[in-house]
């Protein structure tokens, strides 16, 4: 094969795999955004602030959870960090002080075994509802973390198509650079195709 004609086929190769990148590190950075846009309305939404570090509510918390807590304090949620920091160090740590730990399938076992219309079983549904609720709200805010995170590996991804890109483009054009500077004649691998009496010869 002549090495003008390797050459151009390498970097034609190379222009492709540029395009497909350059494709696809689009699709990642809408798909980033639009997460992340997503992200941050629905949180918006729900108006959740963090307390400030001088509240009852956050002195009450153990020191490792105020510590997660307070780069956020007094901030609204908007971010999936922020809502994975409030769902595990502020809501969780509510929930495992009632009853049960906070377990809603514990606490609503124990209201269905307590005797009917007791005041046992009264106050078990009122803890059995309120267990429900900051479940629910955790598991929600969790899933916005989740898909925050998806997000930003989203956006990493399109960096680094975007990176890959750029490289096989600087090669691809190197690599056409040198077929129009080659020989025409000039051939590639041309001791491949000898004979072995022709190579000893």
């Known amino acids: 094969m002549r090495r003008r004609t390797f050459d151009s086929l390498l970097g034609s190769v190379g222009l492709l795999i540029v395009?497909?990148?350059a494709v696809a590190?689009?699709?990642?950075?809408?798909?980033?955004n639009y997460i992340g846009n997503q992200v941050h309305n629905q949180l918006a939404a729900q108006q959740?602030?963090?307390?400030?570090?001088t509240?009852?509510?956050f002195k009450e918390l153990p020191a490792s959870d105020q510590a997660a807590?307070?780069?956020?304090?007094?901030?609204?949620?908007?971010?999936?960090?922020?809502a994975e920091a409030y769902a595990d160090h502020y809501i969780a740590v509510h929930l495992s002080k009632m009853p049960y730990n906070g377990v809603y399938a514990?606490?609503?076992?124990?209201?269905?075994?307590?005797?009917?219309?007791?005041a046992q079983q009264k106050s078990l549904q009122a803890t059995e509802t309120t267990v429900f609720q900051g479940t629910t709200l955790r598991g929600l805010l969790l899933e916005a973390y989740a898909f925050g995170t998806m997000g930003s590996i989203a956006g990493w991804a399109a960096l680094a198509a975007f990176l890959g890109a750029g490289f096989m483009l600087i090669l691809s054009g190197l690599g056409l650079f040198h077929a129009r500077r080659t020989a025409p004649e000039k051939e590639i691998l041309v001791g491949a195709h000898r004979s072995p009496v022709t190579a000893t010869a």
Do not use: E, R
């Open 19 to 21: 395009a497909v990148l």
């Open 106 to 118: 514990k606490v609503s076992s124990a209201a269905l075994a307590a005797p009917a219309g007791s």
């Open 25 to 32: 590190g689009g699709l990642l950075t809408w798909g980033h």
């Open 55 to 57: 509240s009852a509510s």
């Open 69 to 82: 807590m307070a780069p956020y304090a007094g901030q609204q949620m908007l971010t999936g960090a922020q």
């Open 48 to 53: 959740i602030f963090f307390p400030a570090t």
